[in-house]
């Protein structure tokens, strides 16, 4: 049967006002128990219940409002209640949690936890190890910047078998590091999930990216080194990993293209290792892709294409490196890659277009007679195929050829100095026929077809060095002493019908009495092609002459195999056999700067600085075969004197590639910078 609610509130007012708690309680209980959601009423039950201590009924009863307040979404309410609770009774669990969740959701973290803390505490008193850990995982949730918290949650997880959660959760922590800047941290973070889950690939893929994400910050604030220690580990770690570091250094091209090309060395270093020259490359071809005109990713291009023989991407490479080296105003080292691509393909007219600017920035007076002379194979590019009939020298002069035909004319005649080189057909069959070749004036002919006297310098070193230049004729004097000195006189079957000389009729002109006048010898450049003079019928001062020429001109050819053998050694990546080879090559005057300067250059690139710097020097001494080689040896050896700290020496070698060249590459920098550093001591 209901009561009159009214009367019986009014009843336990005036009970209380008279001191009849006991009596009060009786008539707030009924109605309570009439109406328990009459939380008003509870509330005073619960009061009054304090104030006779009897705190455990009071409890019951705040509790009882506050969950329902909670409920209802009256946060504050409950949360009042709750610490009445926590008042009477500061360890109640329930009122812990819930104040807890409470001051969690009002943003009141360091509440939370407290209250959540007393908790954790008071499981672990209890022995209840999972109960604790759980709540020190609801810890762990509350911010998601109290990244100790979390990683203490993590751990937690790991206490009641949830590997999995636990794994999950560290790999989130460590994406949130990354985004605040502490990559170290989120490294340990991984760290820590991986040794939870070795065979986790998913795992092991998060920790890559975390590692990559962290490489690519350090990238971009400038710490290229640090970036580069991570890359370089993650590679020895798995060297599968070179294409996502490839991908990372092309990502950060466009914004740092210095880093950028670091890292993506390292990555196509690798490729080139194991052999796959496509995908290094390819990474290469996408770095310049971002950043078109960065030089040293074209340069490495260029030599990863040659060394793999990847033509078609070479052509291409060499073409984007010319473009590069316009827009620099690096027109000397624009020219030398222009003339390459002209000769090999003298009917693609932009590469002519880029030759022609080049010229045109060199200040050259005849850029059409350079062009023309490129067209029709008179550069010495021509002949550089090892397999092929003839290898053309760093001088332009043509090194021991294969046996000529038999109809072909004998070297060093008019007719064979007077026959036009063939432009190297590269074209694919089917394709339309290149038009005809532009004939260059006569004078150009003649500048390009046959070798020019040296420069003062140079004439000077072959004068000091004893330099010189076989004759043409000397090409038959080894076959005259052969079928001399041969028992049978037999005649030679692999030597070209052009070579024989009827020794009968050398010897007869021996025998004959010199005539009354003779020319008096031949000096400079003459002297070295005339055939050696009889004087008076000494025969046998003209065999001993005859046998010396023959002599030389073995040990010319003995070098000049031996430079092929270096040649084809170093394309087949056999360094040191290559190192041998040109070694012994480099005996040969003639061949001394082509031998010694690529003997600097293996060198320089093993890091053998003392080495590099000797044959350098080697080869500045020796006749270079154009102005422009000259320079680059030059300025090579600056740099190789700079490496040794011979900075005087640096700084002369600078002044005298300043004066003959001008303003040539960064030289007038260089000179700036040496000068200052000697002025310091």
Same mark, same amino acid.
């Given at each position: ?16 006002r ?12 009924r109605?309570?128990?009439d109406q328990?959601?009459d ?6 039950? !619960? ?7 009897k ?5 019951d009863?705040f ?29 109640h669990e ?5 104040? !807890? ?9 360091a ?15 209890r022995?209840?190890a =999972?109960?604790s850990a ?5 810890i ?6 109290d990244f ?6 993590a ?15 560290l790999?989130d922590?460590a994406t949130?590091l ?5 990559? +170290?941290?989120?490294i340990?973070?991984? !760290?820590?999930?991986v040794?939870?889950?070795?065979? %986790? ?19 971009r604030?400038?710490?290229?080194d640090d970036?580069?220690a991570?890359?370089?580990q ?7 990993r ?14 740092v +293209?210095d ?13 080139s ?8 490359a390819a ?11 960065y030089?040293?990713?074209l ?5 990863v294409?040659? %060394? ?5 991407a070479?052509?291409t490479?060499?073409e984007?490196?010319t ?17 390459d691509?002209v ?14 600017r ?5 200040g ?5 007679a ?24 760093f001088?332009g002069?043509?090194?021991a &050829?294969e046996? +000529?035909?038999p ?12 026959a036009t080189?063939?432009?190297?057909? @590269? ?7 290149d ?7 006569? *004078? ?16 000077r ?9 076989l ?10 002493? *052969?079928?001399f *000195?041969?028992p049978a ?14 020794l009968?009729i ?7 009495? +010199? ?15 005339t ?21 030389? =001109?073995? &040990?010319?050819?003995a ?12 394309? &087949?990546g ?13 005996e040969?005057? @003639?061949?001394?700067f ?28 020796a ?8 320079h ?12 040794? !700290? ?16 001008? %303003?040539?590459?960064?030289?007038a920098?260089?000179?700036d910078?040496?000068?200052?550093v000697?002025?310091?001591?």
């Amino acid at each position: 049967m209901a009561i009159d609610r009214a009367a019986t509130l009014r009843n336990a007012e005036k009970l209380v006002r008279q001191g009849k708690v006991d009596a009060a309680i009786t008539e707030y209980l009924r109605v309570v128990e009439d109406q328990p959601r009459d939380w008003n009423t509870a509330n005073l039950l !619960g009061d009054l219940y304090v104030r006779v201590g009897k705190s455990d009924k009071a409890v019951d009863q705040f509790i009882r409002i506050a969950d329902h307040l909670c409920e209802q979404g009256f946060l504050s309410k409950g949360a009042a209640l709750y610490k009445k609770v926590l008042k009477l009774q500061p360890d109640h669990e329930h009122a812990l949690l819930q104040a !807890g969740e409470i001051a969690a959701q009002q943003g009141f973290y360091a509440d939370a936890r407290a209250h959540l803390g007393a908790v954790v505490e008071r499981r672990r008193a209890r022995g209840d190890a =999972r109960g604790s850990a759980e709540v020190r995982i609801r810890i762990g949730s509350l911010d998601a910047t109290d990244f100790d918290a979390r990683i203490a949650a993590a751990n937690a997880r790991v206490e009641i078998d949830d590997v999995a959660g636990a794994v999950r959760d560290l790999a989130d922590i460590a994406t949130a590091l990354i985004e605040k800047g502490r990559q +170290p941290d989120a490294i340990k973070v991984v !760290g820590q999930a991986v040794a939870l889950a070795p065979g %986790d690939e998913a795992i092991r893929a998060r920790l890559l990216d975390v590692s990559l994400a962290i490489a690519e910050a350090r990238f971009r604030s400038g710490m290229v080194d640090d970036g580069l220690a991570i890359a370089k580990q993650l590679i020895e770690e798995d060297p599968t990993r070179a294409a996502q570091i490839a991908a990372l250094a092309c990502h950060v091209a466009a914004d740092v +293209p210095d880093a950028g090309f670091a890292a993506l060395e390292l990555a196509a270093d690798v490729s080139s290792g194991q052999g796959d020259w496509t995908a290094a490359a390819a990474a290469l071809e996408q770095f310049v892709a971002r950043v078109p005109s960065y030089t040293p990713a074209l340069m490495r291009l260029v030599e990863v294409c040659v %060394d793999g023989g990847l033509d078609a991407a070479l052509q291409t490479a060499q073409e984007q490196l010319t473009d590069a080296y316009l827009a620099a105003g690096q027109a000397s080292e624009a020219r030398f890659i222009a003339e390459d691509l002209v000769t090999r393909q003298p009917s693609e007219q932009a590469n002519i277009d880029r030759l022609r600017r080049s010229l045109e920035l060199l200040g050259e007076a005849d850029p059409n007679a350079i062009i023309a002379a490129c067209i029709n194979g008179l550069f010495p590019l021509t002949g550089t195929d090892l397999n092929g009939e003839d290898l053309t020298s760093f001088d332009g002069t043509t090194l021991a &050829a294969e046996t +000529p035909a038999p109809d072909a004319p004998p070297v060093g005649s008019p007719s064979s100095e007077a026959a036009t080189p063939v432009a190297p057909q @590269s074209e694919p069959k089917g394709a339309a026929p290149d038009p005809a070749p532009i004939q260059p004036p006569a *004078e150009s002919q003649q500048r390009f077809a046959a070798p020019q006297p040296p420069s003062p310098r140079n004439a000077r070193r072959e004068e000091r060095h004893g330099l010189f230049e076989l004759s043409a004729n000397a090409v038959d004097i080894e076959s005259i002493l *052969e079928g001399f *000195e041969s028992p049978a006189a037999e005649t030679r079957h692999d030597e070209p019908e052009s070579a024989e000389v009827d020794l009968t009729i050398v010897l007869d002109d021996m025998n004959r009495p +010199p005539p009354p006048t003779l020319l008096p010898p031949p000096s400079g450049d003459n002297a070295a092609r005339t055939p050696p003079t009889i004087q008076g019928g000494d025969i046998e001062g003209v065999f001993a002459e005859l046998r010396g020429e023959a002599s030389r =001109r073995s &040990a010319m050819e003995a070098a000049e195999q031996d430079f092929r053998r270096g040649l084809a050694l170093q394309e &087949a990546g056999d360094v040191d056999g290559s190192i041998a080879a040109l070694q012994s090559a480099s005996e040969a005057p @003639s061949l001394r700067f082509a031998t010694a300067s690529r003997l600097a250059r293996i060198f320089r690139d093993r890091g053998q600085t003392s080495e590099a710097l000797h044959w350098c020097e080697r080869a500045v001494q020796a006749p270079a075969p154009t102005p422009h080689d000259y320079h680059a040896l030059l300025f090579e050896l600056a740099e190789l004197l700079e490496a040794e !700290g011979e900075i005087v020496r640096a700084l002369a070698v600078c002044l005298e590639l300043q004066a003959d060249a001008g %303003d040539y590459r960064d030289v007038a920098t260089r000179v700036d910078r040496l000068a200052k550093v000697q002025a310091r001591g």
